[in-house]
């Protein structure tokens, strides 16, 4: 699966094939009021399964959603029927967004048969396919974790990463959250960006159907914001989701080594001992 991405229509053709498995990967911000675990009861494409990035999470970190243990990963997505030799084809209920996420979680944990439906489930409901309510009943399989601590960025990191100025911070989060200008979603966090980071919101990357644009538009984006491509890239945003959305973006255009910031900027706008920088890169 080199392409980062599969189409509503491969999947239709291939989702009774024996090695391809679905994972719902959806997860929805607090404020909108919505909650992933009963949509995906309600409606999901057939075969599917639920990936709770909340609960397949490193439970000792008080920051959100944080990777867990290669250990805990690998226990919860086995009796998910995830295994290996499966080839993933994850997607949300948004259109794009936490299945990028995932899928950069099981890249980080050593496997690379894994891709996202462009469009997710909205247009795989636009377009008449099935979906069904039937609550899954996966047969538990095997799943080897081999942590690649390349794709993964921790504060430490990123710290040397400013210092040194050897790889790229790209902020995913929208333009007035990185200048400040809007407050932070989360309490208690400072607003402003990381010294030296660039900004290309995530939502950018979308056409408004949640479809990825092309990869001449997503190199074009790059560029713009002052990205070069070419170069060691970690991307951030709020809580380490939509960060993804960009590492997936870059694997479009062939750039598949981009690492996330795990804690992004939960993180960094809650301590006191990072630096903030207020306005526009």
Request: glycine share 10%; net charge negative; aromatic share 8%.
């Amino acid at each position: 699966m080199a392409d980062p991405l599969v189409s509503t229509a491969w999947l239709a053709d291939h989702l009774e094939a024996p090695d391809v498995r679905v994972v719902d990967a959806s997860w929805y911000f607090p404020q909108e009021g919505k909650d992933a675990r009963t949509e995906f009861d309600m409606a999901h494409i057939p075969g599917a399964v639920f990936f709770d990035i909340d609960e397949i999470a490193d439970e000792t970190s008080d920051l959100p959603h944080m990777l867990p243990s290669p250990v805990k990963f690998a226990s919860r997505v086995r009796r998910l029927g995830l295994g290996d030799g499966s080839r993933l084809v994850i997607y949300d209920q948004f259109g794009l967004r936490s299945a990028a996420r995932v899928w950069w979680a099981f890249r980080a944990m050593g496997h690379g048969e894994v891709a996202v439906l462009d469009g997710g489930l909205p247009k795989w409901i636009a377009e008449g396919r099935p979906v069904e309510d039937d609550a899954p009943h996966p047969r538990e399989r095997h799943f080897t974790s081999r942590f690649n601590s390349d794709l993964v960025r921790d504060l430490d990191q990123v710290k040397r990463a400013l210092a040194n100025g050897h790889e790229q911070l790209v902020d995913a989060r929208p333009a007035g959250r990185f200048t400040g200008d809007q407050p932070e979603p989360r309490a208690g966090l400072r607003g402003g960006h990381m010294p030296g980071a660039r900004n290309l919101p995530a939502s950018d990357l979308l056409t408004p159907d949640g479809v990825m644009k092309s990869s001449s538009e997503l190199a074009d984006l790059f560029e713009q914001a002052g990205v070069d491509i070419n170069r060691p890239i970690v991307t951030t945003c709020g809580s380490g989701v939509t960060a993804a959305v960009l590492a997936l973006g870059l694997a479009r255009l062939g750039k598949d080594r981009a690492a996330v910031y795990d804690g992004s900027w939960t993180e960094w706008g809650g301590r006191d001992d990072t630096e903030v920088v207020a306005g526009p890169a």
